[in-house]
């Protein structure tokens, strides 16, 4: 047996030959239908043959118009039984013994509906009232019978015939595609495979003068590339990030994990003496282990407060040791960047202007980890600097912030910070761990802090730190913050 695109080749090698009808080239070749219009429109696109569509209704009988075809309508075998019963008719009971239940339940109602049966209200039988259909005659058998003998031609029957067997389920009307075929530009009896590729072996021979390409489609989009999914630190840092944005941030630069302990203690109003400052708590580096310079000036001045005090501070009294300040160490808290931007922003040209900063980076304890705590983390670091600001300044800024990200449960603790007065503790409630979790701290940037910076004495500034993995796992309900590290991060 040949292969289906041969036989429709072979088919139409005749000058002025087509193919009528895909689906009984198909049943005639016996080949399946699919397979030959598949077939078709390969040969189409390579121009071989031209196809035009065909549409074709019919009507299949379904599985109980077979029976009918085969054993008689349901009404004419009832009607049978109850003229063969006589006068006494029968009862339901036995009419469905007699003939099957199903059938006696359609015929009863159509014999009834026809009057050729009737009920006797004294015994309840079923009385056939004639002695068979009009003119001896199954009219339904034989109209599904004409109808199955026209292959479910709609013209095969009248319609009000058409539709009473319709109504009763016992046909369903089909539609089936296929397709005319006729010789296309390019036919050949044979089709010949073209080449796809231009290669250097068709150069070499000068096969390519000869050869037949196939046409290229200049306009035609490439697969696209399946992408993976977002961290979810990623997802909530970058809508961290588009709300504090719309909120009239800027943000500020922090590519610098390693800090000096001057910009990220000292400049901060933090003693030397401080617990934080210890190796148990802050990981220094070893090498370079201390940093080249820092502005000489401000050094001097922030030296004095630490040592003497000023704007009404008595400072720490105790010796200011230079080689302390100038420890290099990684970062604990952005605000070391914060405590930059703060003194440029004192010293720019032109004088002080307010301004509002953000940030979103990594830091670093020297912490146990638990499942609420890293050794490394995200924090997120936010200022407002600008003239006779307030405390309820802070807290509206931090209630809207987390509320455009969808945590409304908030609760602000007194808390205390070398470099702020007053201080708030700020905690989240988590749904699933079922406590409050502490995810940031906030305050008042102290005089102490900010007048060494060269900033006027009415500015104020208020400053927050928040935790990126904090928040997120509230909002994601994630009840282990190790969780969203490594392998065990659920990305979907």
Known sequence: MSDPESAILSALSSEGSTIADTYDFAEAQNFDHNQVVGVSKSLEGDAYIALAELTTQFYVLQKEAADIVTNGSQEVRVLDALVKAGEAGLSIAALQTEVGKDISKIGMGNCLKNKWAKKDKESGNLIATVNGPPEGKDEVKEQLSALQAANGDPKALDDKSMQALKRRKLISLVTRKSYTISRGPSYQPKRVKKAADLTKEMFDSGSYKTTAFKEYNF??????????????????????????????????????????????????????????????????????????????????????????????????????????????????????????????????????????????????????????????????????????????????????????????????????????????????????????????????????????????????????????????????????????????????
């Open 219 to 492: 306009q035609t989009l490439g697969e696209s590339v399946g992408g993976g999914y977002l961290h979810p630190l990623l997802k909530v840092r970058a809508e961290f990030r588009k709300i504090l944005m719309q909120m009239g941030f800027e943000e500020m630069p922090t590519n610098k994990w390693v800090e000096s302990s001057f910009w990220n203690f000292d400049s901060l109003f933090q003693p030397q003496s401080h617990p934080a400052r210890d190796a148990h708590d802050t990981f220094f580096i070893k090498e370079p282990a201390a940093t080249v310079s820092v502005p000489e000036d401000y050094y001097e001045r922030v030296k004095t407060m630490h040592e003497s005090g000023g704007s009404g501070s008595i400072g720490y009294r105790y010796d200011f040791k230079r080689e302390e300040a100038f420890k290099n160490l990684l970062r604990t808290h952005t605000t070391a960047i914060s405590s930059q931007m703060l003194y440029k922003l004192a010293n720019q040209e032109g004088g002080f202007q307010p301004a509002r900063y953000f940030s979103i980076d990594r830091v670093f304890r020297n912490e146990t980890m638990d499942a609420t705590h890293l050794c490394e983390f995200h924090q997120v670091e936010g200022l407002v600097a600008d003239y006779d600001l307030s405390l309820g300044d802070l807290i509206g800024t931090i209630e809207t912030f987390f509320k455009k990200i969808g945590i409304t449960k908030l609760r602000f603790k007194p808390a205390f910070n070398p470099y702020t007065e007053p201080s708030m503790e700020i905690f989240g409630y988590h749904p699933d761990l079922k406590k409050w979790t502490e995810i940031g701290n906030s305050g008042m940037f102290r005089p102490e802090m900010l007048a060494p910076m060269g900033l006027p004495e009415n500015v104020r500034v208020i400053a927050w730190g928040l935790s990126l993995e904090r928040p997120t796992m509230i909002k994601y309900r994630i009840d282990n913050i190790r969780n969203l590290f490594g392998h065990k991060v659920d990305l979907a």
